[in-house]
């Protein structure tokens, strides 16, 4: 299979500062890549040189097997920034329309592509009278003009309330499904742990990690953590098994291990039969993860 987007060595200065230093990955279609980084890390750099709005120092970038701000590449990529910024006198309506006559498409679409963000309720309402979610969503309906192969989204979910960011992540399942590439960046890591097929770190410009969540616990190697509860009357057996756990103040028992000693730690729990009343395994989070891979100076 193609990939949607692949950068090779990918290489940005500003002045005497290395931006991006030898990035290279790839992103077929239908996958979902979570791009994830501290301010400074490099992903706004990143993100403006696949979308064509800033040129790069080396390397090779390939957006929909073309150059990145090809007139082929802008009609097959769509963008969502974090805040996005609409003509407050006109409706959500009004404003779709118009941006569906400038890319060619027909305008009536506009009212089926408010529909599928949740915004046909709002549709003839000024966007100045739009709440901050509001907005954002009109700017979600608007990358979906023209199918786009590649959809790069810069922290989407920002002033999006709880349910809000659920049907969107919905919404990005079903582009996935139809074929759409999708690279997203966010903050909000315990959203993206789950719904994204890759994740990628940036630190200092480098690309740090890169892979499954699965396969980067794997290699990061951090201690897999433990709740023993204990059934009533056998709180003192139980620290006796135990001796190297910690009880809280509700006397349950604090463990964590390597991953390599996970099972045999849960076989020796479960050996204790009826004197464990439940068990809560904790796997380092995406968090966790992010912090291991992504540590700079003075952390």
């Given amino acids: 299979m193609t990939p949607t987007l692949t ?23 239908g996958k979902r890549a979570a791009l994830l980084g501290h301010n400074g890390a490099g992903k706004s750099t990143l ?17 929909c097997g073309a150059a990145p701000g090809s007139p082929s590449a802008r009609a097959q990529v769509a963008y969502l920034p974090e805040n996005v910024a609409f003509h ?12 569906l006559a400038l890319r060619g498409e027909s305008p009536r679409q506009a009212m089926e592509l408010l529909g599928r963000v949740g915004l046909a309720h709002a549709a003839q309402r000024r966007i100045g009278t739009y709440s ?39 919404l990005l399942d079903g582009l996935a499904a139809e074929g759409t590439a999708i690279l997203l ?11 994204t097929d890759s994740i990628l770190i940036l630190s200092g410009g480098q690309l740090v990690a890169e892979g499954t969540l699965a396969a980067l616990r794997a290699r990061a190697a951090l201690p897999v953590a433990f709740s023993v509860f204990p059934a009533p009357g056998h709180e003192a057996s ?21 991953q390599a000693e996970k099972l045999p730690l849960i076989a020796r729990i479960a050996a204790l039969g009826d004197h464990v009343a439940d068990l809560d395994v904790v796997p380092p ?11 700079r100076d003075g952390q």
């Fill in 7 to 29: 950068l090779s060595r990918l290489t940005k200065r500003f002045g005497g500062m290395e931006a991006l230093k030898a990035v290279s990955l790839s992103l077929e279609p």
């Fill in 47 to 63: 993100m403006k040189i696949v979308l064509g709005l800033i040129p790069f120092d080396g390397g090779e970038v390939s957006v």
């Fill in 88 to 99: 407050p006198a006109l409706t959500g309506e009004e404003q779709l329309r118009h941006y």
């Fill in 132 to 170: 901050k979610g509001m907005r954002q969503r009109v700017g979600l309906a608007q990358t979906l003009i023209g199918r786009p192969r590649l959809l790069v989204l810069d922290e989407p979910t920002s002033g999006l309330d709880p349910v809000s960011r659920r049907d969107f992540y919905d």
């Fill in 185 to 195: 960046s966010s903050h909000v890591l315990t959203e993206v742990e789950a719904r």
């Fill in 238 to 258: 139980l620290a006796a098994a135990f001796p190297e756990a910690a009880a809280d103040a509700d006397g349950h028992l604090r463990l964590s291990c390597t």
């Fill in 285 to 295: 989070s995406l968090e966790d993860i992010y912090s291991h891979f992504s540590r």
